[in-house]
C-alpha cells in the first residue's frame, strides 16, 4: 500500500510559479517511479511529467522548459516545480505512483493516486 498526499496547489498569475509536493508513505519510496498528472473539468486526466527511481525524467511537451520534476528519497516527497505559468496550465494536479516501475505516460498505469491540489492560473 501506498499514500501519497499533496499540497502546495492554489491561485497563481500567469506568468508565475507554484511548486507542488507530494508526501509518500507506506513502501519504500526510492524502488518506485512517481508520475505528475493533471485533470481539468470535462478533460481526461493528461500526463505532466514522470521521474523514475533512479530519477530519470521526461515530460509532456506542453510542460518542457517549464516545469521540473525531482524527488527527496530522504524525505520520501515528489516535487512538481511550475516556473511561466498559463492559464491553460489551470487544472487539479495529481501525483501517482508507478509500483511496477512501468514508467508510463498513461493513468492506467499508475497504481496508488493522491488526492489531488487545483492550481488556478489567472491572466
Known amino acids: 500500500q501506498v499514500q501519497l498526499v499533496e499540497s502546495g496547489g492554489g491561485l497563481v498569475q500567469a506568468g508565475g510559479s507554484l511548486r507542488l509536493s507530494c508526501k509518500a508513505s507506506g513502501r519504500t519510496f526510492s524502488s518506485y517511479a512517481m508520475g505528475w498528472f493533471r485533470q481539468a473539468p470535462g478533460k481526461e486526466r493528461e500526463f505532466v511529467a514522470l521521474i523514475s527511481w533512479k530519477s530519470d525524467t521526461y515530460y509532456a511537451d506542453s510542460v518542457k522548459g517549464r516545469f521540473t520534476v525531482s524527488r527527496d528519497n530522504v524525505e520520501n516527497t515528489v516535487y512538481l516545480q511550475m516556473n511561466n505559468l498559463r492559464p491553460e496550465d489551470t487544472a487539479v494536479y495529481y501525483c501517482?505512483?508507478?509500483?511496477?516501475?512501468?514508467?508510463?505516460?498513461?493513468?492506467?498505469?499508475?497504481?496508488?493516486w493522491g488526492q489531488g491540489t487545483q492550481v488556478t492560473v489567472f491572466s
Open positions: 501517482g505512483a508507478d509500483v511496477t516501475n512501468v514508467f508510463g505516460t498513461r493513468a492506467d498505469q499508475y497504481e496508488y
